[in-house]
Structures are given as structure tokens and as C-alpha cells.
């Protein structure tokens, strides 16, 4: 009985830590706007700079380039860093996996669905430009349409 109190304690666990870090991830993202998607959003870097340093139209346009190409290098990191990241989330899966009843498994199952989900919705909304997420999203909608 302790052993699947304990169980179920790191499974919650696990989640909230991985919601935390989701959640303070997306809020990073969203306010620095550093992975978008070539839409200049309200947040954006360029933007917040315009505003507090009262740059000059001139001084904006040689400002996005810089800030899109730190954008496209942010990414480029995430991405090799990204395979490992995988290999330990789903290694700590499996072995959630091995503590949880057929009828857990099904729950879990359908919870890492929506986290999957989610992650790939917002890998796709922050991706920038010509990036695979945002050319897998083009695809995506094309075979919808």
C-alpha cells in the first residue's frame, strides 16, 4: 500500500513539475516573443525596444533582423537539444508506466495525448519562419483543406 501511495505521489509529481516548467516556458516565450512566427505581435521584442528606447523607424529596421535571426538561433538550439530532452521524458514515462493498473495507463495515456498536443500547437505558433515545425503545420493544413 505504501508503494502505490509513493507511486502515485512522484506521478503527481512529475506532472506538476512539467506543467510548471510548460507553463513558465510558454510565458517566457509569449512575453519576449522570440519565437514567432513572422506576425510582429504587440509583445514582441521589436516592439517593447521601439517603446522604451524610443527607436527611430530607421533604427527599427535594422533592429528586426538582428531580433529575427536571434529568434531562428534560439530555435536551432532548442531543436539539438530537443532529442535529449525526449529520451529522458520518455524514459520517465515508461516507468510510470510500469507503476499504473491497464485502467491508470489509459488515463496517462490520454494525458500525455494532450500535452503532446499542446506542445506541438505551441512549437507551431512559435517556430519561425521556413523552421520544419512551421512547415509541418503548411502541411498539415493543406491536407485539411
Same mark, same amino acid.
Given at each position: 500500500?505504501?508503494?502505490?501511495?509513493?507511486? %502515485?505521489?512522484? /506521478?503527481?509529481? %512529475?506532472?506538476? +513539475?512539467?506543467?510548471?516548467?510548460?507553463? +513558465?516556458?510558454?510565458?517566457?516565450?509569449?512575453?519576449?516573443? *522570440?519565437?514567432?512566427?513572422? #506576425?510582429?505581435?504587440?509583445?514582441?521584442?521589436?516592439? *517593447?525596444?521601439?517603446?522604451?528606447?524610443?527607436?527611430?523607424?530607421?533604427?527599427?529596421?535594422? /533592429? =528586426?533582423? !538582428?531580433?529575427?535571426?536571434?529568434?531562428?538561433?534560439?530555435? $536551432?538550439?532548442?531543436?539539438?537539444?530537443?532529442? =535529449?530532452?525526449?529520451? !529522458?521524458?520518455?524514459?520517465?514515462?515508461? #516507468? !510510470?508506466?510500469?507503476?499504473?493498473?491497464?485502467?491508470? $495507463?489509459?488515463?496517462?495515456?490520454? /494525458? %500525455?495525448?494532450? !500535452?503532446?498536443?499542446?506542445?506541438?500547437?505551441?512549437? =507551431?505558433?512559435?517556430?519561425?519562419?521556413?523552421?520544419?515545425? =512551421?512547415?509541418?503545420? #503548411?502541411? #498539415?493544413?493543406?491536407?485539411?483543406?
Amino acid at each position: 500500500m505504501m508503494g502505490s501511495r509513493r507511486a %502515485v505521489v512522484y /506521478l503527481a509529481l %512529475v506532472f506538476v +513539475l512539467g506543467f510548471a516548467c510548460g507553463a +513558465l516556458a510558454t510565458y517566457w516565450a509569449e512575453k519576449n516573443a *522570440w519565437f514567432h512566427s513572422g #506576425k510582429k505581435e504587440d509583445h514582441s521584442p521589436l516592439q *517593447w525596444l521601439t517603446r522604451e528606447l524610443d527607436l527611430t523607424p530607421e533604427q527599427q529596421k535594422e /533592429l =528586426e533582423p !538582428i531580433l529575427d535571426k536571434t529568434g531562428r538561433e534560439y530555435y $536551432r538550439l532548442f531543436e539539438k537539444v530537443r532529442p =535529449e530532452f525526449e529520451a !529522458i521524458r520518455q524514459e520517465t514515462r515508461g #516507468k !510510470i508506466r510500469a507503476l499504473l493498473t491497464e485502467a491508470q $495507463r489509459a488515463k496517462f495515456e490520454e /494525458l %500525455v495525448r494532450e !500535452i503532446e498536443e499542446r506542445e506541438a500547437r505551441h512549437r =507551431e505558433k512559435y517556430a519561425p519562419p521556413d523552421s520544419p515545425a =512551421e512547415n509541418e503545420g #503548411k502541411q #498539415k493544413e493543406s491536407q485539411t483543406q
